[in-house]
């Protein structure tokens, strides 16, 4: 993930301003606003805004929640190899978001996830 530490609303960086604007820091809180800055990052196959699309879906920040498409997301920026999009993957899997549930998939991502990494593997 990237380090968002320190950097400013007039970075040019999608996701950071995606980043900025989901949590209010020097812009006011929109999340629609997020979502868009997110997606600007997708489309330049930035996979931290792959991810943070699949969070919006997911949470239905700044967007109508849609759990397909946010395990379509995930599943991209595992195969992207982000650790935390295993992760979530692993919990589509697990507890059927998106997808249909599927214990042994979910055990694989997790296990991924950890050797990749990630805090949560979970």
């Known amino acids: 993930m990237k380090n968002y530490n320190n950097k400013k609303s007039t970075d040019l960086d999608p996701y950071i301003l995606g980043y900025n604007y989901q949590h209010g820091i020097e812009v006011e809180k929109d999340e629609h606003m997020a979502f868009v800055y997110y997606l600007k990052s997708a489309e330049m196959e930035d ?50 978001i998106g997808v249909e549930k599927d214990e042994h998939k979910a055990f694989i991502y997790y296990q991924k996830s950890v050797e990749m990494g990630s805090a949560s593997g979970t």
């Open 47 to 96: 996979v931290d805004g792959i991810y943070a699309l699949g969070n919006c879906y997911a949470d239905g920040i700044g967007v109508e929640k849609d759990e397909h498409r946010a395990f379509i997301y995930y599943q991209k920026s595992a195969e992207m190899g982000n650790a935390d999009g295993m992760n979530a993957l692993g919990n589509c899997y697990a507890n059927g």
